[in-house]
């Protein structure tokens, strides 16, 4: 079982930047993938970025592209995203997730955080 915790969510404003944290509670993070997920109100969740167990790949949704970095550091058992020129419709309450590939759906996942609010004003 692996307890994730994200933190790093907060008001900002647009063109603004953020970093995401997401810990987990176990040292066999490192044997899985990492994800994030946004969920705005009213919207499915969707895939933002993705890094394999050791880092050495990374995905993104063409929506972050450019602006986001996902990143990892095993000996802290931590997972980042880093956001930059943010943007209105970034905001959501963002999720992390953990599962064995670095995959854009939500049911390839097997663990999850509680998520933590981004509000980016205009």
């Known amino acids: 079982q692996v307890q994730l915790v994200e933190s790093g969510g907060r008001l900002v404003q647009a063109g603004g930047s953020l970093r995401l944290s997401c810990v987990a509670s176990?040292?066999?993070?490192?044997?899985?993938?990492g994800g994030w997920f946004r969920q705005a109100p009213g919207k499915e969740r969707e895939f933002v970025a993705a890094i394999t167990r050791l880092g050495y790949g990374t995905n993104y949704a063409d929506s972050v592209k450019g602006r986001f970095t996902i990143s990892r550091d095993n000996i802290m058992n931590t997972v980042y995203l880093q956001m930059n020129s943010l943007k209105p419709e970034d905001t959501a309450v963002y999720y992390c997730a953990a599962g064995p590939g670095a995959a854009m759906a939500p049911s390839a996942y097997n663990f999850w955080g509680q998520g933590t609010q981004v509000t980016v004003s205009s």
């Open positions: 176990t040292g066999t993070f490192k044997a899985y993938a």
